[in-house]
């Protein structure tokens, strides 16, 4: 997942052999060409979400928004930004070479303009969400760790789910989530202890196939 830099500006899309999918986030500002809402570049364990709810994403303003489990809010990163109605966020992404990843992300624990992570196991066990799309019938979800945002190399932890042209719920749980073929995820992977969901920075939908365009409608992104 390579992440997107400050202001709504970045890539959501990765390119390569790799099979990366793009990470861009958000809209708070980003420092050294980190994810859009930037670094903390703190060594310490990342703390429990501190909100009340896991929900990220209903969209049931109109407006796109992710919330923060932090507190706060962000925004759903794609080029182009989604249409966004009532309840749902639809997500045109073009495939524009054919190696390229389309993909949407958002950060999950930015505060004051800064990306940092949370540990989701204190307090979740998975994600869930509503997703329906006319065109892809298999797509990856990963989890992005910080180091992983910061270095924009694509190498979220993944699962691959299929879908269809209903909108349905996908349930994905933290325990089956496996580690990217490179990058520094496959590093963190060989880490004695090491587990994403406890450094988790960012959440992307992407397809697995290069050169596949995205087109996906999405709402109801939950964490419990």
Excluded at 92 to 97: H, K, S
């Amino acid at each position: 997942m390579t992440a997107g830099s400050g202001a709504s500006t970045g890539t959501a899309s990765g390119t390569g052999a790799s099979g990366g999918t793009g990470v861009g986030t958000g809209s708070s500002t980003g420092t050294g060409g980190t994810g859009a809402s930037g670094s903390s570049g703190a060594a310490a364990p990342c703390s429990a979400p501190t909100v009340a709810a896991g929900l990220i994403s209903d969209f049931a303003t109109g407006m796109n928004v992710s919330n923060q489990l932090v507190g706060g809010t962000d925004t759903w990163y794609s080029v182009p930004t989604p249409t966004v109605t009532t309840g749902v966020a639809h997500f045109v992404v073009p495939a524009t070479t054919t190696n390229m990843y389309p993909a949407v992300s958002t950060v999950i624990a930015a505060k004051g303009g800064v990306v940092g992570c949370v540990d989701l196991t204190a307090k979740y066990m998975g994600i869930s969400f509503k997703i329906s799309s006319p065109t892809n019938t298999n797509l990856l979800f990963e989890i992005a760790s910080l180091e992983t945002t910061k270095a924009q190399d694509g190498s979220g932890f993944r699962k691959s789910f299929a879908l269809s042209s209903t909108m349905s719920t996908v349930m994905i749980k933290f325990s089956d989530l496996v580690a990217p073929p490179f990058g520094i995820g496959l590093t963190q992977s060989m880490t004695a202890g090491f587990n994403v969901a406890k450094d988790a920075a960012a959440i992307v939908l992407g397809v697995a196939t290069a050169g596949t365009s995205l087109d996906i409608q999405l709402t109801d992104v939950t964490f419990q």
